[in-house]
Nanobody
Framework: QVQLVESGGGWVQPGGSLRLSCTAS????????IVWVRQAPGKGLKWVSR????????SYTDEVKGRFRTSLDHAKATVYLQMNNLIPDDTAMYYC?????????RGQGTQVTVSS
């Protein structure tokens, strides 16, 4: 099973930026998708973005389109989530998951807090 470790969260003011990292033990062709999901306080898990590690095809939920960008570095087996123009509603614990839809086991996550 691929192991994933998230990092890069923190506190930022509205309009600011953060870059999250998801470092994998490996990328596998049998399970090529890395998904970012988030969970706001008191709310359920929501899918944010997906990247296909074979083709680097990206997908985003409408809430973050135009503001977030996911990318990957094969040499480092790392997927990034660049988050720009952050708003308070982006406040959540962010997780990366090695699956198509974000289901399955998650790591410890990284907290993102957007407030003034």
């Amino acid at each position: 099973q691929v192991q994933l470790v998230e990092s890069g969260g923190g506190w930022v003011q509205p309009g600011g930026s953060l870059r999250l990292s998801c470092t994998a033990s490996e990328f596998t062709r049998s399970r090529p998708f890395i998904v970012w999901v988030r969970q706001a306080p008191g709310k359920g898990l929501k899918w944010v973005s997906r990247i296909d590690t074979r083709t680097e095809t990206e997908s985003y939920t409408d809430e973050v389109k135009g503001r977030f960008r996911t990318s990957l570095d094969h040499a480092k087996a790392t997927v990034y989530l660049q988050m720009n123009n952050l708003i308070p509603d982006d406040t959540a614990m962010y997780y990366c998951v090695n699956s198509w839809d974000g289901s399955g086991s998650r790591g410890q996550g990284t907290q993102v807090t957007v407030s003034s």
